[in-house]
């Protein structure tokens, strides 16, 4: 590539970097439009029914071996779990992560597009040992499962 390319394809760039900069400045291009409307009450309940009924309209669930929820059985350290949900489930709209002994017991919502493998992982904070819940909405209806994690050290206050 010649210096000239190179100096082409940066111009280019830095053009329209400028110019998204003075769309948002000029109140062109609003965040709020693009990003998805952030579930405030829900993330605040200090407890899981609220944030439940808050997130996804209700608590009626069902418990379902067709979600894998994998979490190490023992966390040593609260402040760090990997969580991972996945299921088969066709139709899946959404994975929410629940650890109901944590200050806020809601801790992450994922929301599938149409023809999105319905997996999801993160990170958590747990306080104590409890059952990390998720529950997957897929057809309309709420499908839960769960899985113990041990933790030996607090993360979320220890």
């Given at each position: 590539m010649s210096m000239n390319t190179k100096r082409r394809i940066f111009l280019k760039g830095s053009l329209a970097a400028g110019a998204a900069g003075v769309?948002?400045?000029?109140?062109?291009?609003?965040?709020?439009?693009?990003?998805?409307?952030?579930?405030?009450?829900?993330?605040?309940?200090?407890?899981?029914?609220?944030?439940?009924?808050?997130?996804?309209?209700?608590?009626?669930?069902?418990?379902s071996a067709e979600i894998e929820v994998k979490a190490p059985d023992i966390a040593e350290n609260g402040a760090v779990v990997p969580i991972t949900v996945s299921t088969q489930m066709q139709?899946?709209?959404?994975?929410?992560?629940?650890?109901?002994?944590?200050?806020a017991p809601l801790i992450a919502?994922?929301?599938?597009?149409?023809?999105?493998?319905?997996f999801a992982s993160t990170r958590i904070k747990m306080g104590s040992t409890a059952n990390v819940r998720a529950v997957v909405k897929a057809g309309g209806k709420m499908y839960t499962a769960a899985k113990e994690v041990k933790v030996t050290i607090g993360g979320c206050g220890g």
């Open positions: 769309a948002l400045g000029a109140g062109l291009l609003k965040p709020q439009q693009v990003l998805a409307a952030w579930a405030k009450e829900a993330f605040d309940a200090k407890d899981k029914d609220a944030a439940m009924t808050a997130l996804l309209g209700g608590t009626a669930t069902t418990e139709g899946v709209e959404s994975i929410t992560i629940l650890a109901p002994n944590n200050p919502h994922f929301v599938m597009g149409p023809g999105c493998r319905p």
